[in-house]
């Protein structure tokens, strides 16, 4: 990953070009936010880097590749992904992926088909949450790793009662659909607010889940709408938010 403080030269680099080398008239966290936010639509390359760095732990969640594997067999070593601690002796990387893991699982859901690729205790398959979180380290959960969702599962239906759950925690097992196939489980992306690309990784939506987000400007229609024509909107949108410079 390029070091953050490269990054902030960079966007240094990127606001003088804007500003001609003059004065910033507006700052480029502002100008980097989206136009109806009060921003001109730029993408900040924090947020860029953040948004590589998920789609990184994406990538290694997914498997399949010789990569992850490798990465696997190096450093988790039969520990489970989402409770591994993070080791001095890890790459940099692979800690780059370890910090992603709470951003991250709150855009991925899991995929249950047969449920024998999920760790029953450990893995958030429920929507952001394993049961062992949701219950508690108080409960008989430790006793239990290494038991995947099959055991909860019977002719395609879930039966949280045979570990006796708790019965909220059973209602919510059972919202969670199971697809039966012989097919293994799979993660799928599922950022809150963005229903396209059908489960596959966007890197749009990937950046607006870790961008920083603000209030809709009211004055969106009157500086970016067809009204204006575009050499005077960048006046326009300077008047609203107070930035234009004038001999006062």
Partial sequence: MVPLATIRKIEG?????????????????????????????LRSLVSVREAAGIKLAWRFLQGGSLWSAWMVSRYLRG????????????????????RNRTVLRTAIRRKMREGGETDLWLDPWIPGQS???????????????????????????????EYRFTAQLGEEIRQVQITPTVLSDVWVWA??????????????????????????????????GKGLARKMQLSAYKLVLGRLLTRD
């Fill in 131 to 161: 049961p062992l979180e949701i219950l508690g380290p108080q409960t008989n959960g430790v006793a239990y790793r290494g038991l995947t969702c099959r055991h909860i599962i019977s002719g395609g239906v879930w039966r949280p009662e």
């Fill in 79 to 98: 520990r489970n992904f989402w409770v591994c601690e993070i080791d001095n002796n890890f790459s940099v990387s692979f800690k780059h992926i370890l």
């Fill in 191 to 224: 950022p809150p607010g963005h229903s396209k690309g059908a489960g596959e990784f966007r890197f749009r939506s990937c950046y607006d889940l870790v961008r920083p987000h603000f209030d809709d400007i009211e004055e969106y229609d009157f500086v970016w």
């Fill in 13 to 41: 680099i990127c606001a003088k070009f804007i500003w001609h080398g003059g004065i910033h008239a507006i700052s480029w966290e502002q100008l980097c936010r989206p136009r109806k936010e009060g921003g001109v639509g």
